[in-house]
């Protein structure tokens, strides 16, 4: 039998606001929010269950939470964080509760008839997490789960009961407006927990292929700041603004962190040559496939000689993209500092870890990079306006012609 009663007159009387008919089992702890009384929490035989109403009603919670016996509940003021300690399976932490909060204050069917909230966000730190001892831990050594070094954006998302996620849309803009990161999220029907990992947009590595499907890469961290965080789904539309501080820990200016970010600007300028370079070997290689294949079975004397041309050509631009980016779908750990692509990774690695300092070591790393770049890029164009050149000549001197817009 539930035995969970609640008292307004410091233990006088008691209202019983929970029984078996609002979850099953026995009730095990209860807690209540000092900041919103009317929200209340109560561990269960069989999970998590949480009111906003002051036991009027009760919502089974399982985001993330298994149906165990929850022992006890502490709520940690400064974070707004629910500690949970379980009988048997550790003890949980259910991050940012301001969400539910802010339900409580709107009222639960005036923030459930809206179909999209997204609620105040946490300010969020760039915390800088260094790994102490074993680098590589397998399964010999149990590390616990830490917190996303993120933006927590919580967002509700009313689907009617749809089981299926839907597809939506994260957009991150700066304070002068301007989109900085696009990503898509799955939004499920209810409250949704997502993160922006404090990135903004880079450009794509030349080892990356150029998708069929437009496709945005991150990682670039973002500078200190405000900025905002839309989420949309369809036409709808919620956003809200987010704090991004640098890690207290450290002694770093926001004239540290600018300086790291002219570096990212550089080594960026130079990969996108690299990568633009390495598209145009790859969309080469396709066109000599896509001419073999348009060739008839039987071959005259002209078209076996194109065939053969074109196999030396390829063979050509393979060497060219082995310099670039090294050798693709090779099995095992395979590591050449020689190409392009490493060379300037070794300058973006320093201005990922040296912020405003050492910038003889960047410049060493950068200067390699670019004068690698330049070195095959002078071979490359000698290529396409000789070589390449006269293999589309012999193309259109044909029947067909790949190359004519």
């Given at each position: 039998?539930?035995?969970?009663?609640?008292t307004?007159?410091?233990?006088k009387?008691?209202?019983?606001i929970a029984?078996?008919e609002d979850?099953?089992?026995?009730?095990l702890?209860?807690?209540q929010d000092?900041?919103?009384?009317k929200?209340v929490?109560?561990?269960t035989?069989?999970?998590?269950?949480?009111?906003?109403?002051?036991g009027?009603?009760?919502?089974?919670w399982?985001g993330?939470?298994?149906?165990?016996?929850?022992?006890?509940m502490?709520?940690q003021?400064?974070?707004?964080?629910?500690?949970?300690?379980?009988?048997?399976r550790?003890?949980?932490v259910?991050?940012?509760i301001?969400?539910?909060?802010?339900?409580v204050k709107?009222?639960?069917?005036?923030?459930k008839?809206d179909?999209l909230?997204?609620?105040?966000?946490?300010?969020a730190?760039?915390?800088?997490?260094k790994?102490?001892?074993?680098?590589?831990?397998?399964d010999?050594?149990?590390e616990?789960?830490n917190?996303?070094?993120?933006?927590?954006?919580?967002?509700y998302f009313?689907?009617?009961?749809?089981?299926?996620?839907?597809?939506?849309?994260?957009?991150?803009?700066?304070?002068?407006?301007d989109?900085?990161?696009?990503?898509?999220?799955?939004l499920?029907?209810?409250?949704?927990?997502l993160?922006?990992w404090l990135d903004q947009?880079?450009?794509r590595?030349a080892?990356v292929?150029k998708?069929?499907?437009?496709?945005?890469?991150?990682?670039r961290p973002?500078?200190?700041?405000?900025y905002?965080v839309e989420?949309?789904?369809g036409?709808l539309k919620?956003?809200q603004?987010?704090?991004?501080k640098s890690?207290?820990r450290l002694?770093?200016?926001?004239?540290d962190?600018q300086k790291?970010?002219?570096?990212f600007?550089?080594?960026?300028?130079?990969?996108a040559?690299?990568t633009?370079?390495?598209d145009?070997?790859?969309e080469?290689k396709?066109?000599?496939k896509?001419?073999?294949?348009?060739?008839?079975?039987?071959?005259?004397?002209?078209?076996?000689s194109l065939?053969?041309?074109?196999k030396?050509l390829?063979k050509?631009?393979?060497?060219?993209l082995?310099?670039?980016i090294?050798k693709?779908?090779?099995?095992?750990?395979?590591?050449?500092?020689?190409?392009v692509t490493?060379?300037?990774n070794?300058?973006l690695?320093?201005a990922w870890g040296?912020?405003a300092?050492?910038q003889?070591a960047?410049?060493n790393y950068?200067?390699?990079?670019e004068?690698?770049y330049?070195?095959v890029?002078?071979?490359?164009?000698?290529f396409?306006?000789?070589?390449?050149?006269?293999?589309k000549?012999?193309?259109?001197?044909?029947d067909?012609d790949l190359?004519?817009?």
């Open positions: 039998m539930i035995t969970e009663e609640m307004g007159n410091l233990g009387s008691f209202k019983r029984n078996e979850f099953p089992g026995y009730c702890s209860v807690i000092p900041i919103e009384p929200l929490f109560a561990g035989e069989h999970g998590l269950y949480i009111s906003f109403d002051k009027e009603n009760w919502n089974h399982n993330g939470y298994p149906n165990v016996s929850t022992m006890d502490k709520i003021e400064r974070e707004s964080d629910l500690i949970i300690g379980t009988f048997g550790a003890a949980y259910l991050d940012n301001d969400p539910f909060r802010a339900m709107k009222g639960e069917q005036s923030w008839n179909s909230v997204t609620f105040e966000i946490p300010d730190y760039m915390a800088s997490n790994r102490l001892g074993l680098t590589f831990t397998g010999a050594y149990y616990g789960e917190r996303p070094t993120g933006a927590r954006i919580y967002t009313n689907a009617s009961g749809k089981e299926e996620s839907t597809e939506g849309k994260m957009r991150v803009f700066n304070s002068n407006g989109t900085i990161r696009t990503r898509k999220v799955d499920k029907d209810g409250v949704n927990y993160v922006w947009k880079s450009v590595q080892d292929p998708p069929k499907k437009e496709k945005e890469f991150g990682r973002v500078l200190p700041g405000e905002t989420i949309s789904v036409d919620s956003s603004k987010v704090v991004v890690d207290p002694t770093v200016t926001l004239s962190l790291r970010q002219d570096r600007d550089q080594v960026e300028g130079l990969m040559k690299v633009e370079m390495a145009g070997l790859r080469n396709a066109t000599i896509r001419v073999n294949g348009l060739l008839p079975t039987e071959k005259d004397s002209s078209e076996k065939v053969k041309t074109g030396e390829d050509q631009m393979q060497t060219f082995d310099e670039i090294g693709q779908n090779v099995k095992g750990i395979f590591r050449n500092s020689d190409i490493a060379k300037i070794n300058s690695w320093t040296s912020l300092g050492n003889q960047f410049n950068y200067t390699k990079a004068s690698a330049n070195e890029k002078s071979r490359v164009d000698e396409i306006a000789n070589e390449w050149s006269n293999y000549k012999s193309v259109e001197a044909t067909f190359f004519r817009e």
